[in-house]
């Protein structure tokens, strides 16, 4: 991904499929674990003294429904990008169209890719510490996050492999990033 992007998926519950927008917030995903804070010591904006031990393949996102009409807003997945194309956001009423409009803030064309978001079952992987990431858009960049306190980083691998990383209710996510935890 190399621009600003919204994913697209559709999301089944036991009553309905709804499509959906999800806002990508970023690429490139590393985690790092308490267990390697543990190990080599907290070294926060620092790779080489405190490395990232899960690197996700370059091919995923990290997407967020923004809005939490269709899934919880404090639960962020990390899924395969799947294909691209360009669209022109022209629903003002889609909540995630207008935050990432004002989280890429780099005009109304973004690429689009889509997503397959998995109903699980997930597996608790353990105890995240940081977040490693990059963004695109106005503050483009590498970021790291330091979770505090720290969260659980879950997998699923029936269908398709995909991480889940569950905030606790009252997370606060915006336009600059991760704010709490």
């Not at 031990?53 to 962020?76: H, N, W, Y």
């Not at 022109?88 to 995630?96: A, G, I, L, R, S």
């Not at 105890?127 to 990431?133: D, G, P, T």
């Not at 590498?142 to 979770?147: D, L, R, S, T, V």
Request: with cysteine.
């Amino acid at each position: 991904m190399a621009r600003p992007q919204i994913a697209k998926t559709t999301v089944c519950d036991s009553r309905e499929c709804r499509r959906t927008n999800l806002l990508v917030r970023g690429t490139h995903i590393e985690f790092v674990s308490v267990e390697q804070v543990r190990r080599v010591g907290r070294h926060k904006l620092d790779y080489y003294a405190m490395p990232s031990d899960a690197v996700i393949p370059a091919e995923f996102v990290l997407v967020q429904d923004t809005s939490g009409e269709v899934l919880r807003r404090c639960d962020f997945y990390i899924v395969r990008a799947k294909s691209s194309g360009t669209i022109v956001p022209q629903d003002t009423n889609d909540k995630v169209l207008r935050d990432a409009e004002d989280y890429f803030r780099g005009g109304r064309r973004l690429s689009t890719t889509n997503v397959d978001i998995p109903n699980g079952p997930w597996h608790r992987l353990g105890k995240i510490q940081f977040i490693r990431y990059r963004r695109w858009g106005h503050a483009k960049g590498f970021y790291e996050h330091e979770y505090s306190p720290t969260v659980a980083l879950e997998q699923t691998g029936r269908g398709s492999i995909a991480w889940r990383l569950p905030l606790p209710n009252g997370c606060q996510v915006d336009s600059r990033g991760f704010g709490w935890p």
